[in-house]
């Protein structure tokens, strides 16, 4: 009987923000190794002491960058759970029936630069597992994009950071606490 309490009372909380911590940090590892990649060669010898090798540093990009894809899986399942399930509890238009609340903009947002990010990232992975060898070397177009990915990832996480501070998103769906709009 205890058990099945506590199982409901899990069930009852949102999920989406337990779940999306290791795609975040993987995701970003990549994307800063993808970038260390080609400037390995212009830095000290003091500092290149303490960093791996340029082959090594393309492989660990490559497996976090599979990893944070993998880990983001159950992210967004959640996350369309979540936002469904806020929008079933307090709508998405204001009072008119048709403006979108600001709440329910922010969501949109969150996730479509997420969504975007993620798939832009599985573009990247397909690419470099289709290399004929298996360093994993970023070329130069993939750097430039992990630039971008990572300052994407940081916006698309500080939407929903907004979301859980601002709107209570994550912490009381439905239950009328934080900002309605």
């Known amino acids: 009987m205890k058990a099945m309490k506590a199982a409901d009372n899990l069930s009852s909380h949102p999920s989406h ?3 999306v911590h290791w795609p975040l940090a993987l995701l970003t590892t990549a994307y800063g190794l993808d ?4 400037i390995l060669p212009i830095l000290p010898t003091t500092l290149l002491s303490y960093l791996p090798a340029g082959p090594e540093v393309a492989r660990c990009s490559y497996y976090a960058l599979s990893a944070g894809l993998l880990a983001s899986l159950p992210a967004v399942v959640t996350g ?11 709508g998405m238009y204001e009072a008119d029936g048709k403006t979108l609340k600001k709440k329910t903009k922010v969501i949109i947002a ?6 975007l990010v993620i798939a832009v990232s599985a573009y990247i992975w397909w690419s470099k597992r289709q290399a ?8 130069t ?15 698309a996480a500080n939407l929903g950071g907004s979301l859980i501070y601002n709107y209570g998103m994550g912490v009381s769906i439905g239950k009328g606490k934080g900002k309605s709009s």
């Open 80 to 90: 369309i759970a979540n936002a469904a399930q806020s929008f079933k509890a307090q």
């Open 35 to 38: 970038v260390l990649y080609p």
């Open 110 to 115: 969150h996730a479509v630069s997420n969504d």
């Open 17 to 19: 923000p337990a779940t």
């Open 132 to 139: 004929t060898t298996l360093t994993y070397a970023p070329e």
């Open 141 to 155: 177009w993939m750097v430039l994009l992990s630039a971008l990915l990572g300052v994407g990832i940081l916006f």
